[in-house]
């Protein structure tokens, strides 16, 4: 198993979208890219922790590629848009690829390149980073969606 961990506004949105596809296994969602320990919710709303919020996925590479994770985060989101998705705005909401090794960078960088060319005209915003600690967020924010039916999210 290997770990993906993308942001993309928020994360209800990214988690209930990216854990359909077949091969992942496993998902939560949290904070990443701060510089405060064990925030929560609250403090990460204020826009001023640092972190994103995000979903960690666990995902089998036998059934599915980085690449497709990668692409089909492009695809729910737009990239295009700084530190916003929808009606959600701060840095939290920023959009960003949090990679786990050498070969996960290279495959973001290669298809946000291949993005910028082909379909966004050079406006993509998405950080990639190295990923750093991520911190869960509180039980209520885990599988939000399915526990919500009917949910409201920027990326539903």
């Known amino acids: 198993m290997e770990r993906a961990t993308f942001a993309a506004g928020c994360f209800w949105g990214i988690e209930y979208k990216l854990g359909k596809i077949p091969g992942v296994t496993a998902t939560a969602v949290g904070y990443e890219g701060g510089h405060i320990d064990q925030p929560t919710y609250k403090q990460v709303c204020t826009d001023r922790t640092g972190h994103a919020e995000v979903v960690q996925l666990e995902f089998d590479p036998a059934k599915v590629s980085y690449e ?18 929808g009606p959600d705005y701060g840095s939290q909401y920023r959009s960003a690829i949090f990679f786990h090794s050498p070969q996960q960078k290279d495959v973001a960088e290669k298809v946000k390149a291949d993005l910028n060319r082909s379909k ?19 039980e209520y924010h885990q599988k939000y969606a399915e526990k919500h039916p009917g949910h409201h999210c920027a990326l539903d």
């Open 68 to 85: 497709t994770l990668v692409r089909k985060f492009f695809e729910i989101h737009d990239p295009t848009t700084l530190n916003r998705q």
């Open 120 to 138: 966004f005209g050079g406006g993509i915003v998405t950080h990639i980073v190295a990923a750093m600690t991520f911190w869960p967020a509180e």
